[in-house]
């Protein structure tokens, strides 16, 4: 990946279900604050570099907007250059092409009509913006990260598309997104023995809660918060002795908004003209220790008060998020992440996708998809546990995936708000699932996902379990490659609905699809 922090990571590519014995050269912002060297017996981290790898607060700008690769890979990414005269030119990326079809049955089929149906993309409860997203359905994604600069000053530029135009029914421009980042990275040397500090301007994404150890973790949903923008953001840590104390500030604004006079349509992704331009000011704070653990503290504000939005009339609206999170990185015993946050809303539809909350649009996605109000409060927990048995069994003799390997997963998340669901009643949605993956050969994965969800925890036919087996074909046990043949089985419950129609919306008189098969390539370089 392009380095958007000041040491990006180097791991043997496509290394699975566990963080490497070798020299790590790990991005602040993307999972660690630097580069250690790991001792031999796995426990403690023989600190060779000015700081210990301890996990940082938040999610590096260049790492893929998308969720785990299955079978408890975990992607590689790019290396930086280390001399202020060493300009260098890196490009990395990642992509997914899934053939997704979901199989159904017709009623009462009429002459010439088959009983079974196909429909493509499945029709199943899993929109990435509800809280039945689990992530089982594969969704296409491409990201082409390039940049250019050496250690003190790097040039960064992502293109990034959610559907490939050669396969799509239709055009459906917002899924190309386009010039997705850009922004420069600056590292400069203060000359203070055990000090990191790096700035990032320009336009870009933090995102904090991500539950895995190098991505957005099985749902691919952060947890506390997401924020797009124009603006700056500066990370610090300073190291005493095992302890690392690390700060992060940031200030976005938006580099336009809807005007009064657009009309919500599909090729504009139905922009709101009620929606203001919009601004966000975050702020972090961490303690790690010894590169195993990291305790963060997050307070994130976002508001607008634009008297140019149709909704001028209302009071000016702000999103406010409380957070807290701990991740434990345990060398052969694995990698836990949970966190806690507590979102206030009030007056919220003026405010914009500044600030992404579970992956809602903003303030009018907040309210569509959990409040159902301008104002309310949401309490959000969740987490996720990953280990490789391969690891654990193997010490005190390293494990460098070169041979099978068992990786399991436990992942889950809890949402409680002051006042019933805007769609499902209730005060709280709850759904958790796991993952096993065995790789018996060095070309090939058997994995079995399986995930429970309900959005109202009092009416469980709304909810609905999805099972998930696979096979993981790839070109050598660590690879960088993967084609994937999945076939997933949805239990639905009596009132189990789909979102259809533009803009998609729940639909109570559509039968939702009970099997999918899908077929899926992926690299990333």
């Not at 009429?110 to 899993?126: F, K």
């Not at 039968?511 to 390539?521: F, G, K, W």
Request: some cysteine.
């Amino acid at each position: 990946m392009a380095p958007q922090t000041l040491f990006p990571i180097q791991r043997q590519p496509g290394q699975r279900g566990c963080r490497p014995f070798w020299t790590l050269w790990i991005a602040l912002g993307a999972t660690s604050i630097a580069s250690p060297a790991f001792a031999q017996d796995d426990e403690e981290l023989e600190v060779t570099t000015p700081l210990a790898a301890d996990p940082a607060l938040g999610l590096a700008p260049s790492v893929p907007q998308t969720g785990s690769v299955p079978g408890g890979i975990q992607p590689s990414y790019g290396e930086r250059s280390t001399d202020s005269q060493d300009w260098r030119f890196d490009f990395h990326g990642l992509l997914i092409a899934p053939l997704r079809v979901g199989i159904n049955e017709r009623d009462n089929p009429a002459p010439g009509q088959s009983e079974t149906v196909l429909h493509a993309p499945p029709r199943v409860p899993d929109d990435l913006e509800t809280f039945s997203h689990t992530g089982a359905v594969p969704t296409p994604y491409a990201q082409l990260n390039f940049s250019y600069g050496n250690n003190v000053v790097t040039g960064n530029v992502s293109v990034l598309a959610k559907q490939p135009t050669v396969a799509s029914g239709f055009f459906d421009p917002p899924s190309q997104a386009g010039i997705n980042d850009l922004y420069l990275t600056i590292t400069p040397d203060l000359g203070v023995e055990n000090m990191l500090f790096l700035v990032n301007v320009g336009a870009f994404s933090n995102r904090y809660g991500s539950t895995g150890e190098y991505d957005e973790g099985q749902y691919g949903t952060p947890l506390i918060a997401r924020i797009n923008g124009v603006g700056e953001n500066i990370i610090g840590a300073y190291r005493f002795g095992s302890v690392t104390l690390m700060v992060e500030q940031g200030i976005m604004g938006q580099s336009n908004h809807a005007g009064t006079s657009i009309t919500p349509d599909g090729w504009n992704d139905y922009a709101d003209p009620n929606v203001g331009a919009s601004f966000a000011n975050h702020v972090h704070a961490g303690v790690g220790y010894k590169g195993m653990a990291a305790l963060g503290a997050h307070y994130i504000r976002a508001w607008s008060q634009d008297d140019t939005a149709t909704g001028r009339l209302q009071p000016d609206g702000s999103i406010t998020v409380l957070g807290a999170d701990l991740r434990l990185s345990m060398g052969r015993f694995g990698h836990l992440y949970g966190a806690a946050s507590l979102v206030d809303a009030e007056y919220a539809s003026t405010v914009g996708r500044i600030i992404e909350i579970l992956n809602t649009d903003g303030g009018p996605g907040l309210i569509d998809n959990y409040l159902g109000v301008e104002s309310g409060k949401l309490a959000i927990f969740g987490g996720q546990y990953d280990l490789s048995v391969g690891r654990l069994v193997s010490y005190p003799v390293p494990f460098n995936a070169d041979g099978p390997d068992l990786v399991l997963s436990g992942f889950g998340m809890m949402v409680k708000a002051d006042q019933d669901f805007s769609y499902y009643g209730g005060d709280t949605a709850l759904k958790y699932g796991g993952e096993i993956a065995y790789s018996p050969l060095s070309w090939l994965a058997l994995s079995t996902r399986y995930d429970r969800v309900s959005p109202n925890i009092e009416n469980d036919r709304y909810g609905f379990a999805v099972i998930s087996p696979r096979l993981i074909f790839h070109t050598d046990w660590a690879s960088t490659d993967q084609v994937v043949l999945q076939y997933s089985r949805w239990l639905n419950g009596s009132l189990t609905t789909i979102r259809t129609g533009s803009p998609p919306d729940e639909d109570v008189t559509q039968v939702p699809d009970e099997h999918m098969i899908s077929l899926t390539a992926s690299m990333w370089w």
